[in-house]
C-alpha cells in the first residue's frame, strides 16, 4: 500500500495507480503541458479539477527535493509548491517502484520551450535571461545553492511586459546559512553551461531564431547577476554632507522590487563620512504594497502596473487627500473588477486577471493615441478582447503543440526529453553493455566481499 | 602532475561552535583515487567542496600540483565536478552533448572534435557520437556525462555522492566503471561517498573522517586490517567487528567470565579497562571451557557459511539491556541453535586492543 507524505491530503490521489511505473501511466490521466528536458519520468497528471506534475525518483531525492521546497515556499521564494510524496510503491509483482514526488501545476506558467516554439525576439530572449537571473539573486539571498540552474528548471510566467522566473526543480539544491563567493560564481557557471547547452540544443532543432547567438545570449547572464547583486549588497560609502544618498539608494532598491528591511548605516567619529550596506532586503517591494491595499496576488511588475493606475486614479479623482486604502477600495470597485468581469468566461483560460488589466491598460493607451482622445476604460476592454485576446492561445494550462516549424513530432508527447520521431535505427554496438552482460564479467560487489578484496589486490601486486 | 594537498586546511560556519573540517592534513597522489568516506556530518563534503572552491578555507591550504588554489576562484582550478549536469540536449548528438561546454571556452572545432572522439572511444560510445541520445541506455547517459567532464581534461575530477541518486542496478555497474574509467584515464580523483563499499571496493586510498576531524588515510585493506582507532575499527566491515569493552586484569582482559590474553606490553599502553576488537570472521566455535561466553539470539545461514549474534553470557538484565551484540561468522551447520549458550575464541594474532581512554588501538 503506497503511503502519502503531505501537508495538504488529497482524497483525489488514492485511486491513482500507483502500482504501475509512471512512464506506464494511462494516456487518460495525463497532460501533455509543454515542459523542459528531465533524467527522471515526469508526467503531467490531472487529479480532480488540478493538475499536478509528477516526478518518479528514489527516495532520499524525493524527501529531499519536498522539504526544500516546502522551505522555499516559507520563505516566499518562487518556487513550484510540492503537495506530497508517494512512496512504498509496489508493481503487480510486488517489485518496489521509485517513490513520486508530486508539485502543484503553475497556473498560467511557459515553459521555455513553448515560448520559442512560437519564435522569439532578442528582446523577449533578453526579459527570460532577466526573469531567470532575478530569481538566482532571490535565491541566493536565502542561502539557497541551487546547484543546477537551467530554463528546464525554470517556469516562466508572463509579468506585466515582461517575465517571472519560478523554480520547478529542487533536486540538487541545498540551504545554506549564507553563500559564499565561491558557492555564488559555482551556481553562475553551471548556469551559463547548462544555458548554453539549452540554446545550442534549441539551435540543434531549428528552435532559436538564426539571428540569435547561444554565447552572445549567455554573457549577459555574468554582468546582469554582478549589477543585481551589486545594488542589493554592495556596501556605499559619501560623504557626511550626502545623506540624501541614504534616501537614494533605497529608492533604487524598490524601483528594482526590493524593500531594505535592515540597512546597516555606519559613520566615521567624526562624521566626515558615512557607510551604508543593505544586509537584509525582501523582493515583493510593490507586490505587497499591492496585496496590502487590494488583497490581489500579482506578479512584482503586474503590481507596479496597477499600482500606477492606482495613483493615477487617485490623482484623477482629486482624492490626494482621502487615505489610500480607501482610495484603493474604490479603484478595485471601479476600475479593475469591472475589466476582470468584463472577460467572457471562455477567455478566462488565456492570461490571468492582473495581465489582462495590464493588456487593457496598454490597448487604451494605443487606442486614445490613435484616436487622439482618451478612450473609456469600458470601450477598451470590448476591444482588446475583439482584438487580441481571442486571438491569444490559451495559457492557463497551455497544451504542448508537439511540434516545431518544420512538423517534426514528438516521439512520446508526454516527455519531450525523448526527442523527436525520425526513421527507425537500429542500436550501434556498445562494448560497455556487451562487457557488461558477458558471463565473465566481474561486477564491483554490493556487499563489504573482503576476501574479494584480499584477491584482487594479490592480483594486482602480482600483476606489478 | 597534479597531487592534491591539503595542509591544515579548516572550515568553520559562522555560528559554529566547532569546525566543519579541523585541521586537514592530506595528500593525494598524481592519478591515485581517493574515496572520503564518513558519516553525516563528518565533513567530508565540505572538505571536497573547500577543493572545488565552494566553501571558503578560514585556515590553512589547499594546494593542486605546486598551485596554491586557496583563495582561487572554483572556474580557474583546473577541476572538474563529474556528474554535475547530465540532462542530455535531445536536439543534440551524442558528439555535441560531450563537447558542447569547449564550444563555449572557444576551443577550436579541430581540437574539440579530437577530444570528444577521444573520450567516446575511452567510454565506448564511437558508434553513438552521431546519434540523438533519445534511444540512449541510462548506463550510456551516465558515460555521456562522465564524458562531458574527461573533454575538458581537467586536473582532478571530484565526484561528490555521484551514485546517490540511482537505483540499485545501475549503482552497481556505474560503480565498476568508474573504477575502471578511472585507472585506465589515471586522473587524480576526489570521491565522497557516506557508503563504505563503495569506499573500499573503489578506492585506492580511503580517508575516513569524523566530525570534522580526519581519522584515518590508508589503503582499504589497512584500514580493515590495522585500523587505527576505535571510530575506524567500527565503521569499517559489515558486519562490524566486535568490540569488547573489559577491567585489565593480570594477563589480559576479562570478558565474562573468560581473561582475554594480551601481552603484558599492551596492557601498559591500556588503563583500568581496555576494548577488545575481533572481526567475525576471527572467532571460531570454542570445543573447550576457554573463549567469550555468549548466549545465541540469532543464527543466520548463506550457504557455506553462517553468522551466529548473541550477547555475552552471565549479564544482568539490566547490563544485558545496553551489551553490543556480538556477531561470529561460522561454517554452516555449527550445530548451535537460539538460546544456547556457547564461546567464542578469537584469532589472537589477528585481534586489536583498544586504550578506552585515547580510542587508540595499542596492540
Known sequence: MPRFLSAQPDSNLLPLPWDVPLADWPPDLLVALPRGISRHVVRFIRVGQSVYAAKEVIEEVALHEYRLLQDLHRLDTPAVEP????TGRLDAARQPLDPVLLTRHLEFSLPYRSLFASGVRQETVSQL??????????????????????????LFRRDAGEFAAYLVDAETGEFHPRLSDGQRNHDLDIAITNLFGEFCDLEAGRLLDAALDPRQLVDQINSRYAALWGELTAAEEFSGGDLHRIEGRVRRLNSLGFDVAELEVTTAVDGSSIRIQPKVVDAGHHSRRLLRLTGLDTEENQARRLLNDLDTFRARTDQQHVDEAIVAHQWLRECFEPVVRAIPPELTGKRDPAQIFHEVLDYRWFASQRADREVPLGDAVQGYIQDVLRGLPDEAMSEDLGETPDERRLVNPFDPSQGFVDEAEEAPFDPWEAEAVAPDTELLPDVLDIDALRRREAERRASD | MATVTFKDATRVYPGADHPSVDKLNLEIGDGEFMVLVGPSGCGKSTSLRMLAGLEEVNSGQIFIGDRDVTSLPPKDRDIAMVFQNYALYPHMTVADNMGFALKMQN??????????????????????LNRKPKALSGGQRQRVAMGRAIVRQPQVFLMDEPLSNLDAKLRVSTRTQIAALQSRLGVTTVYVTHDQIEAMTMGDRVAVMRDGILQQV????TLYDKPDNLFVAGFIGSPAMNLIKGRVVEGGVQIGDWVVPVAREVLAKAGDTATIGIRPEHLTLSDTE????????????????GYVYGTLSGLSEDARLTAPQLTARTHARSGT??????RLMPDLTRMHVFNDSTQKRIS
Open chain 2, 290 to 305: 576457554a573463549g567469550i561466553p555468549i548466549d545465541v539470539s540469532v543464527i543466520e545461514e548463506l550457504g557455506a557459511d
Open chain 2, 218 to 221: 590508508d589503503s582499504p585493506l
Open chain 2, 337 to 342: 541453535h537460539r538460546g544456547s549458550k556457547v
Open chain 2, 107 to 128: 576551443v577550436p572545432k579541430a581540437e574539440r572534435d579530437a577530444r570528444v572522439a577521444e573520450a567516446a572511444k575511452l567510454l565506448g560510445l564511437e558508434e553513438f
Open chain 1, 129 to 154: 535571461l532577466d526573469a531567470l537571473v532575478v530569481l538566482l539573486v532571490r535565491l541566493h539571498l536565502v542561502g539557497f545553492l541551487w546547484g543546477d540552474v537551467s530554463l528546464s528548471n525554470v
Open chain 1, 83 to 86: 503537495l506530497a510524496v508517494v
